[in-house]
């Protein structure tokens, strides 16, 4: 089994934290976005992931701590790293196949934006399974349409008038890649572009014309790291799944004075509390200073100091100083002080 996972985007929405970090490298619940997916997937799986390949962008946003970072994570898993560049933003179709020589036999295809929580059997009768999650308003996403084998017979975007309430989600079994890439090269070939890009679901769409048989896997959680907003939400999500689940989520190193942490928190190495309380539904990153302040609903990245504050539904980087109390301020482009 292989995971094929692009991720050259810069993450836009979620600026100003891309713009010196890749989205997928961002932590949630003090793990990176892509580290924890990629867990996530090969769980699900149940068996052996002998290759783990990462389509990234630009080798100045996306360097060698980054690729250092992937193929530690691919070891991890017993798995190989293959790093390819996507040097162009020519959308997922293209994306995939900058990957092509890594297309071939049984694959899983799962974009570095979204987290999910799962736990099925996959059906490998079938020659492709798209994972979906239950929504209160398909309108607003790409959706499913089955029919009466429950089989998918088309993929509809937004749609208008009801079609399903079964949302793709982005992440995707292929009993063999190579039938998507063949596929995906002809897309590719005849210049087929939608919204100004070679799609996935134009190859999709070629193998069920040809009569390929597709069928949903269906996750119990699916959580989104689009924008700051919704990545905070997913931090608070994640937070009380690990703590069900039985995992030591403050660091054995961190010195607290005077302070209270209310439960769920993730709490890295060296970070120091003083008069503080935390929590709950907080992460803060290693070797962070808080100080003076009260943070709840809240993700903190690494070496960053806060005082004097109080926080709910923020989102802070890394090396950053915040100080409640502040008369002196210097903000760099795309911050938010609402």
């Known amino acids: ?194 919204g100004g890009e070679y799609q996935i679901n134009d190859g999709i769409k070629r193998m069920m014309s040809n009569g390929k048989v597709f069928v949903t896997g269906q996750v119990d959680e699916w959580m989104d790291c689009g924008n700051k907003n919704v990545t905070v939400e997913t931090n608070t999500r994640m937070l009380g799944f690990l703590q069900k689940d039985g995992e030591h989520l403050v660091s054995n190193e961190v010195i607290q004075e005077n302070s209270t942490v209310i439960a769920p928190c993730y709490l890295g190495e060296g970070v120091t509390l003083k008069n503080a309380t935390i929590g709950p539904n907080v992460s803060i990153g290693k070797g962070c200073t808080i100080e003076n302040a009260t943070i709840k609903n809240s993700l903190i990245q690494t070496k960053t100091v806060i005082k004097n504050a109080t926080l709910d539904n923020a989102m802070i980087g890394n090396n950053a100083v915040y100080d409640g109390n502040f008369t002196t301020v210097s903000i760099g482009d795309y911050s938010v002080l609402e």
């Open 1 to 194: 089994m292989k995971i094929i996972v692009p991720m050259a985007g810069r993450g836009s929405r979620l600026r100003p934290h891309t713009l010196t970090i890749p989205k997928p490298l961002i932590p949630v619940a003090g793990k990176p976005i892509v580290h924890r997916l990629v867990s996530d997937i090969a769980k699900v799986l149940g068996e052996p992931v002998e290759e783990i390949a990462f389509i990234l962008g630009d080798p100045a946003f996306f360097g060698d701590d980054v690729v250092e970072s992937l193929t530690t994570l691919a070891e991890s898993l017993g798995a190989k790293a293959s790093i390819y560049r996507q040097d162009q933003p020519l959308g997922t179709g293209h994306a995939i196949m900058c990957a092509k020589e890594s297309l071939s036999g049984p694959a899983v295809i799962a974009y570095a934006d979204t987290l999910i929580r799962a736990d099925f059997n996959l059906d490998k009768n079938a020659d492709s399974v798209i994972w979906v999650k239950q929504v209160d308003q398909p309108e607003a996403y790409g959706v499913v349409k089955l029919n009466d084998k429950s089989e998918i017979v088309e993929l509809v975007e937004k749609p208008k008038e009801f079609v399903s309430d079964l949302a793709v989600i982005g992440i995707y079994y292929f009993k063999d890649v190579a039938v998507l890439k063949n596929e995906l090269q002809y897309v590719l070939d005849n210049n087929i572009i939608n």
